[in-house]
């Protein structure tokens, strides 16, 4: 069974940099596709980042592009999530998901196993 695990969570202040990490139970991550998703309070999960399992394709949301680099190691089976540029409105719990098929920023429902989250706290 595929368990994914989020960290690199924190409090930050705006235009300040985060590592989210997702560190996978199998040695095999590398057929699974990952998704980065938020979901701030009292909004609906929203995602940010996608990338294939040969890391051959990627894909970010409007939001995020430029700021957000989405990569994966499969030797090591984990999936970073790099963030500069933190906006306040980046404030939200960061959840890596694992599928085994890759679209172009696919949607949440596509996505079949689930990290526990991280906080992404962007404050002054």
């Known amino acids: 069974q595929l368990q994914l695990v989020e960290s690199g969570g924190g409090l930050v202040q705006p235009g300040g940099s985060l590592r989210l990490s997702c560190a996978a139970s199998i040695t095999t991550l590398r057929y699974y596709a990952i998704g980065w998703f938020r979901q701030a309070p009292g909004k609906e999960r929203e995602g940010v980042a996608w990338?294939?399992?040969?890391?051959?394709?990627?894909s970010y949301a409007d939001s995020v592009k430029g700021r957000f680099t989405i990569s994966r190691d499969n030797a090591k089976n984990t999936v970073d999530l790099q963030m500069n540029d933190l906006r306040p409105e980046d404030t939200a719990i960061y959840y890596c998901a694992a599928t085994r098929i890759y679209q172009d920023k696919g949607p949440a429902h596509q996505y079949n196993y689930w990290g526990q989250g991280t906080q992404v706290t962007v404050s002054s």
């Open positions: 990338i294939s399992g040969g890391a051959t394709q990627k």
